[in-house]
Nanobody, 125 residues
Framework: QVQLVESGGGSVQAGGSLKLSCAAS????????????MVWYRQAPGKERELVST???????TYADSVQGRFTISQDVATNTLHLQMNSLKTEDTAVYYC???????????????WGQGTQVTVSS
């Protein structure tokens, strides 16, 4: 069951921009944006999953060093949509990008309760 739905991925040349969006697929999940930390992860082929950016329900944000100054995370509370504005894209930004929400601790360790299926971002030189 898909709980979060990403969109906005695609192919772009280096230096270009893309804006990713993440929305809840069911009204039950739409309050997540008001109560939970929301995050963007990415995973490139052959690499481990990387935390790209986070935003708390209070609006405080964090960024990975690799994207600091180029990416901006934001929330549209009116539409319950999470965004990731990506500027000055580099070939190393190529990955599948996932949004996730609500930090939890499982037997296997900390994770997030809700995940999207991912959207592909490809940056060519």
């Amino acid at each position: 069951q898909v709980q979060l739905v990403e969109s906005g991925g695609g192919s772009v040349q280096a230096g270009g921009s893309l804006k990713l969006s993440c929305a809840a697929s069911h009204y039950i999940f739409r309050n997540l944006f008001k109560t939970c930390e929301m995050v963007w992860y990415r995973q490139a082929p052959g690499k481990e999953r990387e935390l790209v950016s986070t935003i708390s329900n209070y609006g405080s944000t964090t960024y990975a060093d690799s994207v600091q100054g180029r990416f901006t995370i934001s929330q549209d509370v009116a539409t319950n949509t999470l965004h990731l504005q990506m500027n000055s894209l580099k070939t190393e930004d190529t990955a599948v990008y996932y949004c996730a929400a609500c930090a939890v601790t499982r037997v296997t360790g900390p994770t997030y309760a809700y995940w999207g299926q991912g959207t592909q971002v490809t940056v060519s030189s």
